[in-house]
């Protein structure tokens, strides 16, 4: 997009929140509005970012997913993963990954007590409380599929920032594992679209973000794909979690700081 930023040959891009973020400073998109994309006042609380620059067509999720050989009984709070008996048990995702910014947030939550909005921009206290959970740690991954691996043989107990995309398509394929949603809430995983700018088909690029955004279609997506739908007028799926908080992340402050949070976490959290 930055290099044809003269010349756009796409008209909609679908890309995680942080990216749209880079998108933004770059004045590649065009907003989605409610004139040109009516859907979009359907939408959640949370969900329609920089105003109408992008936004959320599902919700996939981050808990705690859990061998279900091992543990009996769903992890009913994200502060589990701290206790003694589960040394060498715990993985968790890095910092350089998009779902390992949730266990900093929620690690500075569980340190402080503050309300998750002000426990996300009191970092310091997450990483205080992190480093404590490092002698629970039995790897970080930067690769998925290799800590589910150690997940499912019981090497692994728990995977402490879980994404339902993954872990409910493997308990869908027969593995021993399940995911949580515990009582201080969840995660959602950025799925964003946007229009454009300056695309050669901005009437169907505002046409397919508004099918999208819809009812009708977020229905159809959301159960295949373990997602929460972003329309208000669409249940949860069978089996996703509801009356639960979800904690949507402040991208915009994501950016400003994760060069030195991740410069942080290889110091802090090596293994």
């Known amino acids: ?111 402080t007590g503050k309300p998750m909005a002000e426990a996300m921009l009191d970092t310091e206290s997450g990483f205080k409380k992190l480093i404590s959970l490092k002698p629970n740690l039995l790897t970080v991954y930067n690769q998925m599929p290799q800590a589910f691996s150690l997940l499912e043989q019981g090497e692994a107990h728990m995977i402490v920032g879980a994404l339902s995309s993954f872990a409910l398509a493997r308990r869908q394929d027969g593995a021993p594992i399940a995911l949580a949603a515990p009582k201080e809430g969840i995660f959602p995983v950025p799925s964003g679209i946007a229009v454009v700018k300056g695309g050669p088909h901005q009437d169907l690029a505002f046409a397919y973000v508004n099918e999208l955004l819809g009812a009708e279609i977020q229905a159809k997506i959301a159960p295949p794909t373990f997602a929460l739908p972003t329309n208000v007028d669409v249940p949860p799926p069978p089996g996703m979690p509801t009356g639960i908080a979800v904690h949507t992340i402040d991208w915009g402050f994501v950016a400003d700081n994760r060069n030195d949070w991740v410069k942080r976490w290889d110091r802090e959290m090596s293994m």
């Open 1 to 111: 997009m930055q290099k044809n930023k003269d010349r756009p040959y796409l008209s909609v891009v679908q890309m995680d929140d942080p990216v749209m973020i880079l998108a933004v400073k770059e004045q590649l998109l065009e907003p989605i509005t409610a004139a040109k994309a009516s859907n979009l006042a359907k939408l959640k609380p949370g969900t329609v970012h920089m105003d109408g620059q992008w936004a959320n067509y599902l919700q996939p999720w981050q808990g705690i997913a859990y061998n279900t050989n091992v543990i009996k009984t769903p992890p009913a709070s994200w502060a589990e993963a701290y206790d003694p008996k589960y040394k060498g048990r715990i993985i968790i995702p890095s910092l350089q990954n998009t779902e390992g910014l949730p266990n900093l947030f929620m690690a500075s939550h569980l340190a």
